[in-house]
């Protein structure tokens, strides 16, 4: 059993521009061997034709499936309505991007933009079977600009750690890997094979997205839903498992216990799968008081004679923190609350201001030396390994003069702008504003449903 419907809860109809809708699949109590989760039926709209179904996860996006599956039945109970001819779906998503206890929220997407809640489905999913892994990987999710990089460097300098030398490049493997088994193992993908659909493009990753031709053979629907995934899941990890085992040769790492990357909070949709790739995989959230992160994004800037993180994007420094910046707190706020049950925060401040008992915890989380000695050989070893490209990437003389220079680089305009749009993040990551505390909300454990 692959995936486990338990529950289907419906919305009734007819409600405000809905007129009726069924569904086929998924149905409560199923369940299939197949690594996905199928979605069956028809609705029917009032206003404005239907166009897909939007799947959503608590917090999180999942896909928009097309409507567009014939339905002459239909067309003869709503003659007035022009869309009752097409208004049927037939499509499916897969599990790997679920976890393994999965709710999702179902509801139409009108062409007017509207959107109507149809269904709710829970379920289960289990995640592909594969052989224990020769190592793990240790993630780092951040946003640019917050000591992640140095957090990196000192990581990297581990001997049971791998890492492509940060200040070089940020080499994202696993990442890549992960995005074409997201994209190989998705229902619209695979049964391109079994149509005689042979457009010019990207259509065997099945764009553009169509409603699920009909197709008689459900064995071969089977392989390529069940064992073609299974093996496909062990191909992507035998090439991430490869490209570092190579690298830590070429380092003489002998038999390292980590490969070591580093993400945005954006890249939520590959947390899943690489987890299930890879259990016991470590994720470190490295996080800066928001408004030191602008100075240094905004000094940066200044040194390269260039605009960059997105500040090219808006036309003043108070559009750029509540228009783009805002948005990627918000999301690194959103990935600490789902997975700080089993991920570790290091704030940039407590690793400059309290390193020793910040690396301790550190590397007790990743279950390596956490004694005296380990502690200060990771301090010395990572802080002096340096090189040129580390000093052009710094823009304050040393560390400790980075710590609260908003205070003289920020105006007083800018600081309200901060604490008006990071409110919330700088409560949750323990960073005062006014009265709020200076430690880290406790987090409740999460199982990043």
Same mark, same amino acid.
């Given at each position: 059993m692959a995936v486990e419907i338990t529950e289907v809860l419906m919305a009734p109809a007819p409600a405000p521009g809905l007129l009726r809708y069924h569904l086929d699949a998924p149905t409560a109590g199923k369940s299939t061997d197949i690594y996905a989760v199928p979605f069956e039926g028809w609705v029917m709209t009032e206003d404005s034709p239907p166009v897909g179904l939007e799947i959503t996860r608590p917090e999180a996006f999942v896909d928009t499936l097309p409507i567009g599956v014939p339905r002459p039945d239909l067309q003869k109970i709503y003659?007035? %309505?022009?869309?009752?001819?097409? +208004?049927?779906?037939? +499509?499916?998503?897969t599990s790997l991007r679920l976890p393994h206890e999965f709710e999702l929220d179902v509801s139409v997407v009108c062409a007017d933009g509207a959107r109507i809640p149809l269904f709710t489905v829970r379920g289960?999913?289990?995640?592909?079977?594969?052989?224990?892994?020769?190592?793990?990987?240790?993630i780092i999710t951040t946003l640019g600009r917050?000591?992640?990089?140095?957090?990196?460097?000192?990581?990297?300098?581990?001997?049971?750690?791998?890492?492509?030398?940060?200040?070089?490049?940020?080499?994202?493997?696993?990442?890549?890997?992960?995005d074409v088994l997201l994209a190989?193992?998705?229902?619209? +993908?695979?049964?391109?094979?079994?149509?005689?659909?042979?457009?010019?493009?990207?259509?065997? %990753?099945?764009?553009?997205?169509?409603?699920?031709?009909?197709?008689?053979?459900?064995?071969?629907?089977?392989?390529?839903?069940?064992?073609?995934?299974?093996?496909?899941?062990?191909?992507?990890?035998?090439?991430?498992?490869?490209?570092?085992?190579?690298?830590a040769e070429r380092q003489d790492t002998a038999s390292p216990s980590y490969f070591l990357e580093k993400r945005l909070p954006s890249n939520r949709r590959q947390i899943i799968p690489l987890r299930e790739l890879f259990p016991g995989t470590r994720e470190v959230f490295v996080v800066r008081d928001f408004r030191d992160m602008l100075c240094s994004i905004l000094a940066f800037n200044q040194k390269v004679g260039a605009p960059r993180f997105g500040r090219e994007l808006v036309d003043s420094d108070e559009a750029y923190v509540r228009k783009q910046l805002a948005g990627s707190v918000e999301e690194l706020e959103g990935a600490w609350r789902e997975r700080a049950g089993w991920a570790h925060l290091v704030?940039?401040?407590?690793?400059?201001?309290?390193?020793?008992?910040?690396?301790?915890?550190?590397?007790?989380?990743?279950?390596?030396?956490?004694?005296?000695?380990?502690v200060e050989r990771f301090?010395?070893?990572?802080?002096?390994?340096?090189?040129?490209?580390?000093?052009?990437?710094?823009?304050t003389a040393n560390v400790r003069e980075?710590?609260?220079?908003?205070?003289?680089?920020?105006?007083?305009? %800018?600081?309200?702008?901060?604490?008006?749009?990071?409110?919330?993040?700088?409560?949750?990551?323990?960073y005062a504003t006014g009265s709020a505390p200076a430690q880290p909300r406790r987090a409740q454990k999460s199982s990043t449903k």
């Open positions: 003659p007035d %309505l022009g869309w009752a001819r097409a +208004s049927g779906f037939r +499509s499916a998503i289960r999913h289990r995640p592909t079977r594969l052989s224990e892994a020769a190592m793990r990987p240790l917050s000591g992640s990089t140095w957090v990196q460097q000192l990581l990297a300098d581990h001997p049971e750690i791998v890492s492509y030398p940060p200040f070089k490049n940020d080499v994202r493997v696993a990442s890549y890997w992960l190989l193992s998705e229902p619209a +993908s695979y049964r391109q094979a079994l149509t005689n659909y042979n457009a010019a493009g990207d259509w065997w %990753l099945g764009r553009p997205r169509r409603p699920d031709e009909y197709f008689g053979d459900p064995d071969a629907l089977r392989w390529l839903g069940r064992e073609q995934v299974e093996s496909l899941a062990r191909f992507c990890r035998e090439r991430i498992e490869g490209f570092y085992a190579s690298l704030r940039y401040e407590d690793l400059v201001l309290k390193p020793h008992e910040t690396a301790r915890s550190l590397l007790a989380f990743l279950e390596l030396g956490a004694r005296d000695e380990d301090l010395t070893v990572g802080s002096t390994n340096g090189d040129e490209r580390q000093r052009r990437h710094m823009t980075s710590v609260g220079r908003w205070r003289q680089d920020l105006s007083p305009e %800018l600081v309200v702008a901060c604490e008006e749009a990071f409110d919330e993040a700088f409560a949750t990551f323990g």
